[in-house]
């Protein structure tokens, strides 16, 4: 018994752990150097560790889209990324009229609703879209079809956008009310930054409350645990996979607002990297797990802000902060390796995959 | 039927809705504006035309099939009717371009040359009107397609088809013909501006006629039936091949070169994700990663610009080679037990890092950081040095033979079986003696050993590696290009590249749309073709495993799985 196991432990693992086990010290002994050094003081780690929150807020809220998908569906949703792109970069006009018109600097809040809205209102239409088009038709082939028919999706909604809105990279206007910041307990939070963390809290409350309570929520649990049962309860699956998507595709328009809060700009390829590192948190928290997907967000995001500084710098790695993208897929990479059922889930990457 | 008349045109009207909308947002991406600058026949219709055309023709044609042919009215009513509905939402696009001309503001494609082009230089009303009138006849005579017999509908598409093809691509056919002197001066009758003439096109239909009746009457067979030929006739026929191939490049002239060294380049890693992806199913999004590794060791053992080994370009091949397949299989090793879209995903994301790592300072000294290696060396043979594009498309060749060789017979191979035994089901796999981690990494170093090598002449061909080069896209490129051609089909790899890397380099216009098209490729395969234009066997019936189930065709039953894993034990 022991032996067998030893024999199985001497190849690949043996492998792995001594990777994992690096990695580990690599990251503990680039912590001690850094602090060692004291080239960053508290409000320096204070302003990174907000700035984490506000970041990884609109993390989570994308990721809760990947979640709910793959809760029901169990495949990953590759054109979430571009759902969330089409909402910003739509309501980006919306916002350019009301500012051109004087009313959003007449009643800024009343005005970022509206553009909020649309926002939501294009990226749950371009959902339903994907699904009716390119997932529903496919929802019984064998697993990577579609798969590649969500690359596609992906790409071929990336270029259609950049087609009707153009490559440039648009700024929105910016508002008076978002400048400034306060001290929370002595800890600098920008307004934005505030604006977002509660913002997508809100929504996750909302969603939380939706899921758990609604009837339509109910659905979709049922759904997420056992498709046939359900058709056979009288749900009609179509319908709930839909509204799945629409559910996803509206939070995603909101994190995309709340991602023009922080950032300012929108252009078609703005997907891309908050997509995937959305699945990243979305996996870490453990996929398909509603709460795992806040979790893992607000840890990602947190984690790749302080990481740069905190892990590279004392290991003499020259410019840390370009590294802050490669600090996300290797975060990744490792969760999926040495605990696919993330933080908060259960074990899927080998099983139901 | 009168009582089935009202679904049937409700029918109809959704799918011209549907269609129109196509063609609008076609519109307003810009494609049918860039796109009518390349005529199909000179001064008559453009290709841009031809899109929207083509939304009517698709759409009725779809319509006047589901309305069914019983009734000779009911496929005429049904394609009409789509058919106006597509010239409906088409002219009311232009009717608002029209009405406000602000909407370029947000629509930068909504230009007024699209707006001159969408209403025939008319009043958008009267534009509108004949949008529908025009669309409605269309519709009526695709839906009269149908009720003709099979054999002159085939004909009649196939002519269309050939003349917007050759149409496409007459400038270019134009320019290689012009190169041939006394054959190029007596056809020139059959070009028109950018596209062909009248004249022309009447012959290419006639043509393309004649052979359909010809191949119809049996008379003189184009192909002679596969898989019967004597050794010697396939040696025949491959030393014509090859013989063809090495004169393409002094024939075709200089850009066609390039073209070819590009298709070229794309072979080699089609061949290569073709192993991982299509004969053992591993989904591999960071395949870019391994092209990326070939060509920065390659500068990095030749560059005197990093100055540390300053090898030749054939001393380094060998350490670049082995650094890819030990590249492989490190990458490899983590991700032996995940599986489907969570290998994708680590993949892309390995893919990812390594472009971030070269971008980034953290190890300037060895990749030249964002700028990228300069120098590399290039290869040479004796004082033969291959500098340009026309010598590098032999260099291309012998890597495509080469591995193309070393995909066939490793297809065959017991290794191959077991990489397709793997790919059918892991598990069952496993259970029948395969050992899943070496066929595993066996296939990530394969597949990672084609990449370097294509990276290697990449970097040799541009003398140069640049972070930029090695972007996602091009592992979504290579995946785009062996579904096209069909999963684990090596001549699907050829005909992949031809058709994904070499028409877009052809028609320039294409190049702002190209990922756009690739997107849409990936999604209309996989619904209507997953196999692929060229598919292997196994894909073949691993696609339609349902089909085959439900129908319990003939043919399905001498292929069933069992047998062929039982051949892979043995």
Known sequence: MLKTWFRRLSGTDLIMYAIGVTVTIAIIWGSLATLASGKYSLPQWQDLVVFGLAQGSIYALIALGYTLVYGILRMINFAHSEVFMSGPFTAYFVARALDQSGFLERSPVVGMLIVTAASMLTSLVIAILVERVAYRPLRNAPRLVPLITAIGASYALQYVFRGLYGSGVERYPELAIFKGEWFLAGVRVLRTQAVVIVAAIALMAVLYVFVMLSKTGKAMRAVSEDKDAAALMGIDVDRIIATTFAVGGALAGAAGILYVLIFGQVQFYMGFVPGIKAFTAAVLGGIGNVPGAMVGGLFLGVFESVGPSLFLDGLGIPAPYQLKDVIAFAMLVLFLIFRPSGILGERLATKKA | MRSYSAPVWQMALKLGLIGGAVAALLALIGMVEVFNQRAIIGGVISMGQTFLGLAVLLSAYAAARRAGTQTRSTALLAGAVAGAAVGLVIGGLALLMAAWPDLRTILINASPTLLALLTFGQA???????????????????????????????????????????????????????????????????????????????????????????????????????????????????????????????????????????????????????????????????????????????????????????????????????????????????????????????????????????????????????????????????????????????????????????????????????????????????????????????????????????????????????????????????????????????????????????????????????????????????????????????????????????????????????????????
């Open chain 2, 124 to 570: 958008a009303p009267v534009a509108l009107a004949i949008w529908i009138v025009a669309g409605g006849l269309l519709g009526a005579a695709t839906g009269a397609l149908l009720l003709l017999t099979p054999a002159v509908r085939s004909a009649i598409l196939a002519a269309l088809g050939a003349v917007v093809l050759v149409g496409v691509l007459a400038d270019l056919l134009r320019l290689i013909t012009s190169a041939w002197g006394v054959i190029g001066q007596a056809l020139r009758w059959m070009f028109a501006g950018r596209g062909l003439s009248v004249a022309g096109a009447l012959v290419v239909a006639a043509v393309v006629v004649l052979i359909g009746v010809l191949r119809q009457r049996g008379l003189p067979k184009l192909q002679p039936a596969a898989g019967r030929r004597s050794p010697r006739q396939t040696l025949l026929s491959l030393a014509i091949s090859l013989a063809i191939l090495a004169l393409l490049p002094p024939v075709l002239g200089t850009y066609m070169s390039e073209v070819l060294d590009q298709v070229g380049l794309y072979v080699l890693m089609g061949l290569g994700l073709n192993i991982v992806v299509g004969f053992a199913g591993l989904l591999d999004l960071g395949y870019v990663g391994f092209y990326a590794i070939g060509a920065y060791m390659m500068g990095l053992l030749t560059s005197p610009e990093l100055g540390f080994f300053n090898l030749s370009w054939w001393a380094a091949l060998p350490i670049v080679l082995a650094v890819t397949i030990l590249s492989g299989v490190v990458l490899g090793i983590p991700v032996l037990k995940v599986r489907g879209d969570y290998l994708a995903i680590i993949t892309l994301g390995f893919g990812e890092m390594i472009r971030y790592l070269a971008l980034s300072n953290a190890l300037d000294p060895y990749t030249g950081g964002p700028q990228g290696v300069q120098l590399i060396a290039k290869p040479t043979i004796g004082s033969f040095v291959f500098d340009d594009v026309t010598k590098l498309y032999y260099l291309l060749l012998a890597g495509c033979l080469l591995t193309g060789f070393i995909a066939i017979r490793l297809r065959d191979s017991r290794l191959g079986r077991a990489w397709m035994a793997m790919r059918e089901d892991e598990d069952v796999a496993q259970a029948i003696g395969i050992n899943l981690v070496s066929t595993k990494l066996l296939a990530f170093a394969t597949g990672a050993a084609f990449a370097g090598l294509s990276g290697a002449i990449f970097a040799a061909k541009i003398g140069a590696a640049y972070p930029q080069s090695f972007h996602l896209l091009v592992s979504i490129n290579v995946l785009a290009l062996i579904i096209v051609g069909g999963m684990g089909s090596i001549p699907g790899v050829i005909v992949g590249a031809l058709a994904l890397v070499g028409l877009p380099e052809l028609l320039r216009e294409f190049a702002e749309f190209r990922l756009l098209v690739y997107g849409v490729v990936l999604v209309v395969m996989m619904l209507y073709r997953p196999e692929g234009l060229l598919p292997s066997e196994a894909a073949r019936r691993e696609m339609h495993e349902d089909e085959n189930v439900t129908e319990e065709s003939a043919l399905a039953q001498p292929a069933e799985p069992a047998i062929q894993l039982e051949r892979t034990a043995t």
